[in-house]
Structure formats: C-alpha cells, structure tokens
C-alpha cells in the first residue's frame, strides 16, 4: 500500500488549496508549503486569541476601576478623619528587631489638636510616619477619610503625602536656595490646580496667615528660628491637607519663640486646621486639645500631664501681654483711619504695615479678626473682603 491512499484530504487541506491555488497532497506527499501555510495559521489564530483575552482584561481592568472609584465613594462616609487600629512596627536592624510601635490604637477627628508626648525612641516619630505615610506599619490598619492606606503602594501614597498631609519638622527643613514665598509654593508646583500667579497669590495668603507677608522673598538664612519655622507651617498649608503633622514643632527653638509658634498654631486650629503633634516635654500639651502619653511604643494614657509647660505666671503674663497689644494695634489703626479720611478702599495689608510687627506676632487673635472686632465695636460702617476694607 502506497502513503498517498492513507492520507485523506482535510478540510484545512481545502482551505489551502482555495486560497493558494496549489495542491495540498502532491505525488502522495504532504506539500510542504501546506505545512509552512498551516503553521502561519496556528500562530495567527493563537495571536487572535492573544488580542481577545487582553481586550478582555481590559474590560476587567474597567470594571476594576469603577469598583475602586466606588470604594472611594464608600470612604466619604467617614465618621473619624482618621482612626489607628492596633497599629504594629517593627524595624529590622540586621539580625535584631526593633519593636518600635507595639499595637497602637488612635482616633482623630477634624479640628483635633492631638499632642503625644513620650521620651527619646518611645516611638513618636515612627507613629507620625505612618499616619503621614512616610512608610508603612508591619501590622494594623490606618484609615484616612475612611480609606485604608495601610496598604498601599508607594505611588499611591505618595499622593496621599502630596495631596492630604502637611509636614512640619523640628529643623524646618526649609529648601535654602529658595526664599520664603517659594518654598510656601513648592507643594503648589504638584498640585496643577493654580496657574502660576494663582500660586504666588495662595503662598503670599499663607505667608500673611502666620505673619510673614512683609518677609517673602527672604532666603531662609535671613529669617530667625521662629520666622523660618512658620514659613514651614505655611508651606504645610498650601495643599489644603486634611491634617497637618508636626514633628517637635519647637524642639529646636527657645520657649518664648517656641510659645509664640504654639499660639500661631493654637488660632490656626481653632479656625478649624486638625494637628497632630508630638514631643518630648509638655509645652505643646497646653495648647492642644488631646493629650496622649507614649511609651515603648504603645499610647499609655491620655489626659494632659504637668512637666515642662508653661507655668501659670507665664500663661497670665501672656495673656495680659496679648491683651494690652490688642488695644495698641486698636488705636493705631484708629489713626491709620484718621489719616486715610476720605477713603472708602483701603487694603489691610496697608494698615497692617501701619502696626509694629512685635505688636501684630503678640496679638491674641489674627490681625483681621481684631480689625473686624474694631469695626463691629464702634458701629463702623465696613466689611472685609479677602485684602480689602471696603468703607462708607
Ligand atoms: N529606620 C529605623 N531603623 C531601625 N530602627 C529604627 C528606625 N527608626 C526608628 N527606629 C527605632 O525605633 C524606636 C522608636 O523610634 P522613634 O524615632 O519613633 O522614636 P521617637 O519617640 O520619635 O524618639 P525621639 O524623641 O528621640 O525623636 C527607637 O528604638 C529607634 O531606635
Ligand atoms: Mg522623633
């Protein structure tokens, strides 16, 4: 028996024969460009194939998509901005582990001013680094907004930090290259929101809100301990975060300078900014609204402890100081007024350059609310809008 009556002719034997005009089976062999045409066909089919089940992941990429925009949706109905569940982080040094946070259980809400006090290594920092999400915890939860972001990818909560979190550090860390109003506009750049003049407006606002305006295009260098630090606190503030993080705020700064700072923050918060802060001592702990202890990594107790605060004399001398400068900056803008007769525009900034600075950093209450209380008190006809007292 000859091959050529074993083989049959198949239908893909057919195929080929329509689409190339030759034989299939030719002197009872198998042509052999037949079985080149036939390989190009399985590789063609499997590419087909290949092309439907990406389309078809891509169809599950959406869907996975609009689930995780949903489940962000699920997150606006927080109830706290943010809560710490059993909170576990341990470094690795070499062989050894460090047990840094050991099971920490926190709760914040919006307008919190949260101080955690604690010695060297108990494990402040480490907490505030991962609330911030400067790393993440080997055990536990942390939601922010009602997100989780415990587990999240380093992208991912890199737009957290960009987008949601304000940092202020002991030692400023304000770029020294730069001068007080760009480095307050260096979180703008990532934003894209403002256009350029829209960024230098926001930062001068900032600058004006902790009393600087008048310094903005100062280098660090040229600013005091106390001025660069508020710099910082303004810079914190530029991407409108949902909680600011300070990492000893004053540690680095004398206690008068260091109370001055805590007052600027202190009216920040009660303008509704939620703070979170930690230190060594118990200054900071007067002022806040929560006060938590830390020790070897865990939150031991809350309720506000006596040290190295700011003792009763000094509070009542404070107070009375702020006081008198409030009825100082009263009647020299009393004379501001009186040499502006006639005028019905004035810009506040023209009258806060009016007022001695060591006034204006002294003064209870920022400069605008106590121009509003002026106006209110004695039945003067006028509103502030934004920079502008419009009078008449
Ligand atoms: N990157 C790291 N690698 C290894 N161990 C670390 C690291 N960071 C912190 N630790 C250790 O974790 C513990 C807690 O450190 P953390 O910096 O949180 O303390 P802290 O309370 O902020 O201290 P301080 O008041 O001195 O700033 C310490 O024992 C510290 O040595
Ligand atoms: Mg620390």
């Not at 001592?281 to 007067?286: L, N, Q, R, T």
């Amino acid at each position: 028996m000859s091959e050529s009556r074993i083989i049959k002719k198949t239908p893909e034997m057919e195929d080929y024969e329509e689409e190339t005009g030759k034989l299939a089976i030719w002197k009872g062999k198998v042509n052999k460009d037949f079985k080149k045409w036939q390989i190009k066909k399985q590789k063609d089919t499997i590419k087909k194939e290949k092309i439907e089940t990406l389309s078809l992941s891509r169809e599950e990429r959406k869907q996975i998509k609009t689930e995780l925009k949903q489940q962000k949706e699920i997150g606006k109905d927080y109830k706290h901005l943010i809560v710490v569940e059993n909170l576990h982080k341990t470094y690795l040094l070499g062989t050894t582990a460090v047990a840094a946070l050991r099971g920490v259980d926190l709760t914040i809400d919006k307008g919190d001013f949260i101080d955690i006090m604690g010695p060297s290594g108990s494990g402040k920092t480490t907490l505030l680094n991962l609330i911030g999400g400067l790393d993440t915890p080997t055990r536990g939860k942390i939601f922010l907004e009602g997100r989780n972001i415990s587990m999240l990818n380093d992208n991912a909560l890199a737009e957290i930090r960009r987008e949601r979190i304000g940092f202020v550090f002991q030692f400023y860390n304000l770029l020294p290259q730069m001068t007080a109003l760009e480095n307050v506009m260096v979180p703008l750049h990532f934003s894209g929101k403002l256009s350029k003049r829209g960024k230098r407006k926001k930062a001068l606002d900032l600058l004006r809100l902790v009393g600087l305006e008048e310094r903005s295009h100062h280098a660090p260098s040229e600013l005091s301990g106390g001025e660069q630090q508020r710099v910082a606190i303004a810079r914190a503030f530029a991407n409108d975060p949902a909680i600011v993080i300070l990492d000893e705020p004053t540690g680095d700064l004398d206690s008068k300078t260091g109370i001055m700072i805590l007052n600027l923050i202190r009216d920040l918060n009660n303008k509704g900014a939620t703070f979170i802060s930690v230190s060594h001592d118990a200054v900071v702990s007067e002022f806040a609204s929560k006060v938590y202890h830390m020790m070897d990594g865990k939150l031991t107790h809350e309720g506000k402890i006596g040290g190295l605060k700011e003792t009763e004399t000094m509070q009542i001398r404070r107070k009375q100081e702020a006081e008198i400068n409030k009825e100082k900056c009263k009647s020299l803008i009393f004379r501001f007024f009186f040499a502006n007769q006639g005028k019905n525009q004035i810009r506040v900034s023209d009258i806060k350059d009016s007022i001695p600075n060591l006034i204006i950093m002294n003064l209870p209450e920022h400069f605008n609310d106590i121009l509003a209380e002026l106006i209110q008190e004695n039945n003067i006809n006028g509103i502030i809008t934004g920079d502008i007292l419009f009078l008449n």
